[in-house]
């Protein structure tokens, strides 16, 4: 019995196709899109924080990842509907510690204007390329946005939020 080319061809379609509909399937149980990767970020954190088991898929190894924190950096991938667009904008972060990583095109020193739902404070940039600050969220992040000023706006940058649970 031979294999034809065209049933190798429609093997490769059909897996195609199951992989498409697979991660389709979890964008909906998840209530998530591809198209930003923070709110699907966020839903793994959330679940990592109240003790659910997070997997790793590397090239080749599938494993269980024990201690989550620290692995999931969120870097925001869409400005918003805002003008000027924030720096960073997460509809919604576990409650926990994080680190909040500053990394800037040329040193500058200015104001970052942070807000985690009702509460918004400054908070002052030493003028340095790159600079890591804790950040403590007591409730779920509701609507985390990281605003730069016009001083900071002008040297660009960007922020990268990593969740410090969990790698004790």
């Not at 269980?64 to 870097?75: K, S, V, Y």
């Not at 918004?120 to 605003?147: C, F, I, K, N, S």
Request: negative net charge; glycine residues 10%.
């Amino acid at each position: 019995m031979s294999i034809s080319p065209a049933s190798n061809a429609l093997t490769a379609v059909w897996l195609l196709v199951g992989a498409m509909l697979s991660v389709e399937t979890g964008w909906l149980a998840t209530g998530v899109t591809g198209i930003d990767a923070e709110p699907a970020q966020a839903v793994l954190l959330a679940a990592a924080r109240h003790g659910a088991e997070v997997v790793g898929i590397d090239v080749l190894h599938v494993s269980r990842l024990p201690r989550f924190g620290g692995r999931l950096t969120i870097a925001s991938q869409e400005p918003g509907v805002m003008y000027p667009p924030p720096w960073f904008m997460a509809a919604s972060l576990p409650a926990g510690d994080y680190d909040v990583t500053l990394q800037l095109d040329r040193a500058q020193a200015g104001t970052l204007t942070i807000t985690a739902g009702d509460l918004t404070a400054p908070h002052a940039v030493q003028p340095a390329v790159e600079q890591t600050w804790p950040l403590h969220l007591a409730a779920d992040g509701r609507g985390v946005v990281m605003m730069p000023d016009d001083v900071l706006r002008r040297a660009g940058g960007r922020i990268l939020i990593t969740a410090k649970w969990g790698n004790e």
